[in-house]
């Protein structure tokens, strides 16, 4: 089935011919003529999957009958900058005349205030950094003709959900609202219930399966500076051509990124600590052909990157939605992939949790790391890994719980969070 079969125009299937978006996937053919209707809709389907031009060539397509675009009759709402930037570079791609306007923090507020004065159709952004605007009334949203919530469970898992209601109450009450998530916690099918109307749920696959079955995931068991041996056996191992290796905390992915550069691995750093000029160039180096990325949970917030075939989890999440997040950063568009734990005996429990939330089998591996052991990891300062440090890899929950302080997960106030600003 071809997308102008699905109803789609011409003119927008011509452009995603362009960047090579010739057939529907999955969730591109039950979702966009349902969309195309102008009913709200709650759009289920795995992470990788093609959801942002499910919801994007509907969108625009309805507002086509527009001819000034100097206030906005989209708005999309994405959980990270990385995300938000990237809708933003798919919809300047298939968009014929719009203003498309991209807002984050770790920008400028003034500079995106100037640009939103010039007009735009279409406006991208995080909720924090959309709630600071209607507040200093840049952003007018009375002629919002279509709202979206991409990674809604994300914005979820990081505390948005007051961010998300402030934002949705704020919209006129005869508009399309469409929620995509990977996954569908009760608070989403709730907030669906109070604030759309008469609304759809679309459910793409196995609702069974909320992973999909082309990634392998494997475990081994190692603490402390064994972890670090037990990445450097799996990279000789199993030669990972592209990964992410996700840690918990900010410092510890600098010693990471640091360690990996001494034995001579291409890695490049990401986390929320870098400034949007880095994170981008970091992000830009990835895509044009960097092998390992170390990151922080920032990364898998919907980033899109088709190569990928490894995610590492050097520190294992205890939150089968945030493992579901990570891993689906592999295996995308009908791709195979694997997904690597290195968890403590302790978290063995975290494992099983995972597989049976998840509905997943990990496989145990081991892996031989004798011939690293001599090896050493530097901290800042020079001094060696050892002793109480080991306590700052992975044991347990308290570090997961730091790493998830730094991201503003689960947290209930909306004004931290926005200061946070992603």
């Known amino acids: 089935m071809s997308f102008e079969e699905l109803g789609v125009s011409k003119g927008i299937a011509d452009a995603l011919r362009r960047i090579n978006v010739v057939e529907p996937t999955d969730v591109q053919r039950e979702s966009i003529p349902i969309i195309l209707t102008g009913r709200d809709a709650v759009v289920r389907a795995k992470t990788g999957t093609g959801k942002t031009i499910a919801f994007l060539a509907p969108s625009i397509q309805l507002t086509s009958k527009h001819h000034e675009y100097k206030q906005p009759h989209i708005l999309i709402l994405a959980p990270t900058r990385e995300l938000a930037v990237q809708i933003s570079g798919v919809a ?17 507020i003034n500079m ?46 990081m505390g948005f959900i007051e961010d998300m209601e402030y934002i949705m109450d704020r919209t006129p009450g005869e508009k399309q609202t469409v929620m995509l998530s990977a996954t569908m916690p009760k608070d989403i099918l709730e907030i669906s219930k109070k604030k759309m109307r008469n609304h759809q749920i679309i459910s793409v696959g196995d609702s069974d399966e909320i ?66 000029a880095k994170r981008s160039r970091s992000l830009s180096s990835f895509r044009q052909g960097g092998r390992f990325l170390i990151a922080t949970n920032v990364a898998s917030r919907g980033l899109d990157i088709s190569d990928i075939t490894d995610i590492i989890n050097f ?56 011939k690293y052991e001599n090896i050493r990891v530097e901290l800042r300062g020079g001094r060696g890994f050892g002793g109480g440090r080991e306590r700052s890899f992975g044991r347990g929950k308290s570090n997961f719980d730091r790493g998830r302080r730094e991201h503003g997960s689960h947290t209930n106030n909306r004004n931290q969070n926005r200061r946070r600003s992603y």
């Open 315 to 370: 520190d294992i999440p205890d939150s089968p939605y945030v493992y579901v997040h990570r891993v689906g950063r592999t295996a995308r568009m009908g791709k195979n992939g694997r997904a690597f734990s290195i968890i403590s005996n302790e978290q063995i429990g975290i494992v099983k949790d995972i597989e049976f939330e998840a509905r997943i089998k990990m496989e145990k591996i081991f892996l031989d790391t004798k």
């Open 211 to 276: 992973t999909v079955k082309s990634i392998k995931h494997l475990y081994s068991i190692a603490r402390g500076m064994q972890k670090f041996h037990m990445l450097l056996a799996y990279i000789d191992e199993y030669k990972p051509n592209k990964a992410i290796i996700f840690l918990q905390t900010k410092r510890e992915a600098d010693i990471l990124h640091s360690f990996l550069l001494e034995q001579n691995h291409d890695a490049i750093l990401l986390h929320g600590g870098l400034t949007q």
């Open 92 to 108: 300047s791609k298939i968009t014929d005349r719009r203003r498309v306007v991209t807002v984050y923090g770790g920008a400028s």
């Open 112 to 157: 995106q205030i100037d640009t939103l004065r010039r007009g735009a159709d279409i406006v991208i952004g995080t909720p924090g950094r959309i709630i600071d605007l209607i507040e200093r009334g840049a952003l007018k949203l009375g002629t919002i003709e279509h709202l979206i919530i991409d990674e809604a469970d994300i914005m979820l898992d």
